[in-house]
């Protein structure tokens, strides 16, 4: 059954960089048919999609984060990784890490399974 | 940009169906996703592709889309049921869209 495991600093200053992990098992980032995202929850809101990457190393990010965003793989390591650059209060959240399904013709995706997530606080 | 509305809240007795709807222009066009997030947990899928359920999930759990419109469907509700759930569809222009989420009760 496929896992994933997110990790990472849970404290961040103001102005500096979130840096996250987020470890598969059960199953291999390389696989065929799938992409990888981030999605983060601020206390209390909804939910808001960060990007995905693809075991090839391509990736699309939501336009509203692009500036900030960049999502890579490592093969080897079986994992995948978030770093959003210049935070702010903003962005404090619970991360999640999730596996995509999704249509090759229209681009319709999904996610499943998620990990459990990881809260970062941004405070000084 | 494309959006989505869901209501705030939704209440159900035990035992009786419960509807969420999930609001978008045209949404019939797209398919829709729908996850239940219960508290301090992380969300699962419920239903893809507007009607299709994962295993695992009970076939109390039903989807269906049209129009401007899409439902989620949760049949002899249980106390168990209460969550939030958030529907969710892509867009060319967007990218990944969710809706704001319905507190479901059952009462």
């Known amino acids: 059954q496929l896992q994933l495991q997110e990790s990472g600093s849970g404290l961040v200053k103001p102005s500096q960089t979130l840096s996250l992990t987020c470890a598969v098992s059960?199953?291999?980032?390389?696989?065929?048919?799938?992409?990888w995202s981030w999605i983060r929850q601020p206390p209390g809101k909804g939910l808001e999609w960060i990007g995905y990457i693809y075991h090839s190393g391509s990736t699309y990010y939501n336009p509203s984060l692009k500036s900030r965003v960049t999502i890579s793989v490592d093969r080897s390591k079986n994992q995948f990784s978030l770093k959003l650059n210049s935070v702010t209060a903003a962005d404090t959240a619970v991360y999640y890490c999730a596996r995509d399904s999704y249509d090759i013709l229209t681009g319709w995706r999904w996610f499943d399974p998620w990990g459990q997530g990881t809260l970062v606080t941004v405070s000084s | 940009s494309y959006e989505l509305t869901q209501p705030p809240s939704v209440s159900v007795a035990p035992g009786k169906t419960a509807r969420i709807p999930c609001g978008g222009n045209n949404i019939g066009s797209k398919n829709v996703h729908w996850y239940q997030q219960k508290p301090g947990q992380a969300p699962v899928l419920v239903i893809y592709?507007?009607?299709n359920r994962p295993s695992g999930i009970p076939e109390r759990f039903s989807g269906s889309n049209s129009g401007n419109t899409a439902t989620l469907t949760i049949s002899r509700a249980q106390a168990g049921d209460e969550a939030d759930y958030y529907c969710?569809?892509?867009?060319?222009?967007?990218?990944?869209?969710f809706g704001g989420g319905t507190k479901l009760t059952v009462l």
């Open positions: 969710q569809v892509w867009d060319s222009s967007t990218s990944v869209v």
């Open positions: 592709r507007d009607s």
């Open positions: 059960g199953g291999s980032i390389s696989s065929g048919g799938y992409s």
